[in-house]
Structures are given as C-alpha cells and as structure tokens.
C-alpha cells in the first residue's frame, strides 16, 4: 500500500493552474477551445456595448498568428485596486475571478459572470499585450508566457478616445492549432451583431497579404434582421412578411 500524505497534495499558485489543466476554463484546447480565447476578450467588448459604452469592435488576425481584439468602450479601470495595491487592469488579466460584472452597478447586463475570462486568455498565450485608452493617457503592459511580465504598466502617450485593445498570441505549447477559422470567426459575430442592434463589429483577416478579408457587421433591426437575414439564407417563401417582435421592461427586466 502506498503512503498517501499532505506532501502529495500540489497547490498550483494563480494562472500556473490555467496552464496545468486548460481544459476545465476554455473547454478543449482544440479548435473550439482555441476561438474560445477570442470570445472571452470580445465578450468583454459586448458587455459595454450592453452597458451603453461602446458602438464598434474590431477583431483582427493577425500574419504572426496573433489576433487584436478593440472595443471603444470605457477602457479597463487603470487606477491602483483597494485591495491588491496594483494597477486594476493588471488585476483583471492575472488574477482570476477578477472582474466588474460581479458588480451590478457597473454592469446590470453581462454576457459571461465567471470573472476568468482575461486572466486566463492571458494564461494561455505566448505573449500578451495590454494598451487602454482612458481619453487622456495611452495605458501599457506586455505579459510573457502565461501572464508573466518584466515591466509594470506604463503611459505611452495621449488620446482623447477610451477603450481597450488586447492583442494576443496562443501558445502553440498549449493548443493542438494554433491557426484561427475565418467561417467560424464570421458566423459568431455575425450572430452577435444581430443580438446586438446597432453595434457595429470589424473583422479583418491579415495573414494573407495579397488577400486581406474584412466583413463589416452592423445590423440596426437587431433579431428582427436576424429572422429576415435567416428566412432569405433558406430561400423559402416566408408566410409572413413581417417579423412580430415584441420588446418591453417589467420590474426593470428587459
């Protein structure tokens, strides 16, 4: 038989358990966990736009096999956190179950409430790199493997605009592929763009120099366009031509 003790019980410190076990925060670390990563940091992007901070989202890929997700939204908080005596955006993306949405005077509406989004994103890339835009300073901090960084967050210059831009690499020592699917890309933000009317969502495709993609999403009617775009993608005969949409607000419930 043998010897069972607390020597054999391993604590994994921060984002060393992300990396350990990748499975149990992003799904897979196939394709589908791999644009998991993607939607973690767009989602963040939609989440001020549900917040009414934010009208436009820009995801680009990237020739070295990065992508660059940017929203206009209010920027990740840059001051010190009360209690970690850190920059907050830093907070955000190292420590996990860090966010604003367990919150609901900052955001009421939110498209994920597990607060690991980022962190883990950040966990499982090769580098990433972290600019916000506060609508006076340029914000900055590069992570290394897995979250870790060399240099504290800096100002790299003024803006008047606000927002957050997160540019990131996959490790290829995590994921089967590292390469990203444009149809899948396109579906899922064609679909939020329809979710949510009037944001306006970019994608680009720039690994491919001599035949870049871009698709502009951007649907005023919301689901109501929705149904109309799904009714002529089949090229059926509709038996109403107008879609019945019914919209209203009940003990401040949408």
């Known amino acids: 038989m043998s010897n069972y003790s607390g020597s054999d019980i391993v604590i994994l410190e921060g984002l060393e358990a992300v990396r350990k076990r990748p499975g149990m925060y992003i799904g897979s670390t196939g394709t589908r966990g791999l644009h998991h990563m993607i939607w973690e940091i767009l989602d963040n992007g939609i989440d001020e736009h549900l917040a009414g901070f934010c009208n436009e989202l820009h995801l680009t890929l990237l020739k070295d096999g990065g992508v660059v997700v940017e929203d206009n939204g209010r920027g990740v908080p ?5 209690t970690k005596k850190i920059p907050t955006a830093r907070v955000v ?3 996990l179950h860090a966010g604003g949405k367990f919150n609901s005077d900052v955001y009421k509406v939110s498209g994920g409430l597990h607060g690991v989004g980022a962190s883990v994103v950040n966990a499982l890339s090769e580098w990433l790199e972290l ?4 609508g006076k300073e340029i914000h900055f901090q590069r992570f290394e493997n897995g979250g870790h960084y060399k240099e504290q967050m800096k100002v790299i210059g003024t803006t008047d605009k606000t927002g957050t831009q997160v540019r990131f690499k996959p490790d290829s020592t995590i994921f089967h592929s590292t390469e990203f699917k444009y149809d899948i890309l396109l579906d899922r933000l064609r679909e939020q763009a329809f979710l949510n009317a009037g944001l306006k969502i970019v994608l680009s495709d720039l690994r491919d120099e001599d035949k870049p993609k871009q698709e502009v999403l951007q649907y005023e009617g919301g689901i109501i366009s929705y149904v109309e775009w799904l009714q002529k993608k089949r090229g059926a005969e509709a038996l109403h031509p107008d879609v019945v949409y019914i919209e209203g607000l009940l003990d401040n419930i949408s």
Request: glycine share 0%.
């Open 93 to 95: 993306y190292t420590v």
């Open 78 to 82: 840059v001051d010190i956190h009360p």
């Open 131 to 134: 600019t916000v835009y506060d």
